[in-house]
């Protein structure tokens, strides 16, 4: 499937035109009525439509702009294309099929369009590449959403909504988002929710936040007032009183006497049943076992700090902006990325030190670092909130650092229930690899490659070479190339440092390396090596090579990609194709 156009579309006034190609519209936001094909939509929010070439569409506007995002691709599957795309387009029926799909705020469809077309516009080398990638993590979450809808037609508006509750009973809810989500008016919502469950979507809520919170406090080792917060409560008074009006007993009462849910025994709880409360149990309270132990988590985490830059980058590729990053005003110098990093992310202190106090003031639901920087603060940081832990530098030769990124980015993405979008993405990495891993290898003598971070110290002229097991070896392993550099012993870092005037290579290995564009002395003397290619690269002025920003060489999906593009770029002196 190729990616034809990513546009966010700006309407004052009637538009009307016809689908360029098969692609989405997703409404954003201030629209009065679209008419895709022959539906109207009115008031619609956050809806997915797709259609094949030619799809009438007319767009109307509310008094103000309205916004729209389009997106054409077209389906074209070259004697490469992995199986499983094929079954899914089967599947889904790509290309004509006129479709809707009511994604909600919460889904990561708007994130992902939102970062989608912001790679795009870019200029970057990669970027589009990485938009692409982002596509088809959109074509996942787009089928998913397709499933659950067909799996759910007969009652899916009361359907939706308890879903919505079910996932985001611990935030604030009002009547409007309910009806907004099942796109239906706050009386006719409230009609059609009280003929099907006897409640009113708000009672309904309640009696589920209740559930909810007789689990954890029999399950859990949370304070009242901890209880409140992540049972939807601001104010453990008024959830006091609400506890005791629906179960007949406080809160400390029941924690105390371990009562059952068969307290229940009369007047309008005895229905309790109905919201299925072992549900609520899988779903919301979830032991999650890390690196340092277990977390236990309630809830989709919302509010998430970073103790690493790399943890930084799984979020920003999942669509989620971290809350707190540790070195965030650092982060941009040395974490160059095919999207932008948001503005306003907290500065959380030294990696090697993070400010704890600052940590706490955020009040986050979840903590994520490395292990190696994680584990002297463990403790403490799990006071502040849950805290996931991940091992991102082997102990042994017996797993690669490329595997450890595979395994966290994938594990990260289930707690926070974007595994689709992870999936999604990994699954577009493997197929670029395949596709630069073929353009590559007819135009190399060899395929021996090392790859080196440049840096001064003290005047002294510095690599880090990397090692079998390293993040960027597994890169060149993917793209079919084999490490020159061999220390003779394993280094868990995956590194070796060594003096550029001592180091010996032979076998004519192509000879690649990165460097921090603000270090003029290691670019200096970098450069006075004609055999030795700059990977961050951003222009040539005559033989010098001015860098660009630094490719993270222990970063997830996205700076993977960026290297993987970056050494293509190199190894056939062809930047064009692979911007």
């Given at each position: 499937m190729q990616l034809i156009e990513v546009r966010l579309c700006t309407v004052e006034v009637a538009m009307a035109f016809s689908m360029p190609a098969s692609g989405f519209v997703y409404v954003a936001d201030n629209i009065q009525h679209v008419e895709f094909g022959d539906v109207r939509y009115t008031e619609p929010a956050d809806i997915v439509l797709h259609g094949g070439e030619g799809t009438p569409v007319q767009i109307v506007p509310r008094f103000n702009r309205g916004r729209f995002y389009l997106v054409t691709y077209r389906v074209e599957w070259g004697q490469h294309t992995d199986t499983q795309w094929r079954q899914l387009a089967e599947q889904s029926q790509f290309g004509e099929r006129v479709s809707t799909v009511h994604a909600g705020v919460e889904t990561s469809l708007r994130t992902l369009l939102h970062t989608m077309e912001a790679a795009w516009q870019q200029q970057q080398p990669g970027a589009q590449l990485q938009a692409k990638a982002y596509f088809l993590s959109f074509i996942y979450e787009w089928v998913q959403l397709q499933h659950q809808s067909s799996e759910t037609a007969d009652s899916s508006p009361i359907t939706q909504v308890i879903q919505y509750m079910q996932h985001f009973y611990a935030q604030p809810i009002t009547l409007k988002q309910l009806a907004e989500h099942a796109n239906y008016s706050v009386p006719h919502l409230c009609a059609l929710f009280k003929d099907a469950t006897?409640?009113?979507?708000?009672?309904?809520?309640?009696?589920?936040?209740?559930?909810?919170?007789?689990?954890?406090?029999?399950?859990?080792?949370?304070?009242?007032?901890?209880?409140?917060?992540?049972?939807?409560?601001?104010?453990?008074?008024?959830?006091?009183?609400?506890?005791?009006?629906m179960v007949g007993l406080s809160p400390l009462h029941f924690k105390r006497t371990g009562q059952d849910k068969s307290s229940l025994t009369a007047g309008p709880?005895?229905?309790?049943?109905?919201?299925?409360?072992?549900?609520?149990?899988?779903?919301?309270?979830?032991?999650?076992?890390?690196?340092?132990?277990?977390?236990?988590?309630?809830?989709?985490?919302?509010?998430?700090?970073?103790?690493?830059?790399?943890?930084?980058?799984?979020?920003?590729?999942l669509g989620i902006v971290p809350l707190g990053v540790s070195e965030a005003d650092e982060m941009p110098r040395w974490l160059s990325l095919p999207i932008a990093i948001p503005d306003g992310i907290v500065d959380v202190g030294p990696r090697l030190q993070p400010n704890l106090q600052r940590i706490a003031e955020l009040s986050p639901d979840l903590i994520i670092g490395t292990r190696m920087l994680t584990e002297p603060y463990y403790d403490a940081l799990q006071q502040i909130a849950p805290t996931?832990?991940?091992?991102?530098?082997?102990?042994?030769?017996?797993?690669?650092?490329?595997?450890?990124?595979e395994y966290s980015f994938g594990h990260l993405a289930s707690v926070l229930d974007r595994g689709a979008l992870a999936t999604g993405?990994?699954?577009?990495?493997e197929d670029s690899y395949k596709v630069m891993r073929e353009y590559i290898h007819p135009r190399i003598a060899t395929n021996k490659a090392m790859v080196a971070i440049g840096y001064s110290s003290e005047q002294h002229y510095l690599l880090r070479l990397s090692n079998d097991g390293s993040l960027p070896v597994g890169v060149l392993e993917r793209l079919g190339l084999t490490n020159a550099f061999k220390p003779g012993h394993y280094e868990p870092l995956g590194f070796t440092t060594i003096e550029m005037d001592k180091l010996e290579v032979g076998d004519n290995a192509h000879m690649m390396y990165l460097v921090q564009r603000d270090d003029k002395i290691a670019i200096s003397r970098l450069q006075k090596e004609r055999t030795w290619r700059m990977l961050n690269v951003s222009s040539h002025r005559g033989s010098r090579m001015k860098p660009s920003g630094m490719i993270w060489p222990y970063g997830g999906p996205l700076s993977v990609n960026m290297f993987a593009v970056a050494a293509t770029r190199s190894l056939t002196l062809q930047s064009s194709r692979y911007r």
């Amino acid at each position: 499937m190729q990616l034809i156009e990513v546009r966010l579309c700006t309407v004052e006034v009637a538009m009307a035109f016809s689908m360029p190609a098969s692609g989405f519209v997703y409404v954003a936001d201030n629209i009065q009525h679209v008419e895709f094909g022959d539906v109207r939509y009115t008031e619609p929010a956050d809806i997915v439509l797709h259609g094949g070439e030619g799809t009438p569409v007319q767009i109307v506007p509310r008094f103000n702009r309205g916004r729209f995002y389009l997106v054409t691709y077209r389906v074209e599957w070259g004697q490469h294309t992995d199986t499983q795309w094929r079954q899914l387009a089967e599947q889904s029926q790509f290309g004509e099929r006129v479709s809707t799909v009511h994604a909600g705020v919460e889904t990561s469809l708007r994130t992902l369009l939102h970062t989608m077309e912001a790679a795009w516009q870019q200029q970057q080398p990669g970027a589009q590449l990485q938009a692409k990638a982002y596509f088809l993590s959109f074509i996942y979450e787009w089928v998913q959403l397709q499933h659950q809808s067909s799996e759910t037609a007969d009652s899916s508006p009361i359907t939706q909504v308890i879903q919505y509750m079910q996932h985001f009973y611990a935030q604030p809810i009002t009547l409007k988002q309910l009806a907004e989500h099942a796109n239906y008016s706050v009386p006719h919502l409230c009609a059609l929710f009280k003929d099907a469950t006897g409640y009113t979507p708000i009672e309904y809520l309640t009696r589920m936040r209740v559930e909810v919170a007789k689990t954890l406090l029999t399950e859990s080792t949370l304070s009242l007032p901890e209880v409140a917060e992540k049972a939807g409560y601001r104010d453990p008074s008024y959830f006091g009183r609400i506890f005791k009006r629906m179960v007949g007993l406080s809160p400390l009462h029941f924690k105390r006497t371990g009562q059952d849910k068969s307290s229940l025994t009369a007047g309008p709880a005895t229905e309790a049943s109905e919201f299925n409360p072992l549900m609520i149990k899988r779903s919301m309270l979830r032991h999650i076992e890390h690196a340092l132990g277990e977390a236990e988590i309630t809830a989709i985490p919302q509010r998430i700090v970073a103790l690493d830059w790399t943890m930084a980058e799984y979020l920003l590729a999942l669509g989620i902006v971290p809350l707190g990053v540790s070195e965030a005003d650092e982060m941009p110098r040395w974490l160059s990325l095919p999207i932008a990093i948001p503005d306003g992310i907290v500065d959380v202190g030294p990696r090697l030190q993070p400010n704890l106090q600052r940590i706490a003031e955020l009040s986050p639901d979840l903590i994520i670092g490395t292990r190696m920087l994680t584990e002297p603060y463990y403790d403490a940081l799990q006071q502040i909130a849950p805290t996931v832990a991940y091992d991102l530098f082997p102990s042994s030769r017996q797993t690669s650092e490329y595997e450890s990124l595979e395994y966290s980015f994938g594990h990260l993405a289930s707690v926070l229930d974007r595994g689709a979008l992870a999936t999604g993405i990994q699954c577009r990495l493997e197929d670029s690899y395949k596709v630069m891993r073929e353009y590559i290898h007819p135009r190399i003598a060899t395929n021996k490659a090392m790859v080196a971070i440049g840096y001064s110290s003290e005047q002294h002229y510095l690599l880090r070479l990397s090692n079998d097991g390293s993040l960027p070896v597994g890169v060149l392993e993917r793209l079919g190339l084999t490490n020159a550099f061999k220390p003779g012993h394993y280094e868990p870092l995956g590194f070796t440092t060594i003096e550029m005037d001592k180091l010996e290579v032979g076998d004519n290995a192509h000879m690649m390396y990165l460097v921090q564009r603000d270090d003029k002395i290691a670019i200096s003397r970098l450069q006075k090596e004609r055999t030795w290619r700059m990977l961050n690269v951003s222009s040539h002025r005559g033989s010098r090579m001015k860098p660009s920003g630094m490719i993270w060489p222990y970063g997830g999906p996205l700076s993977v990609n960026m290297f993987a593009v970056a050494a293509t770029r190199s190894l056939t002196l062809q930047s064009s194709r692979y911007r």
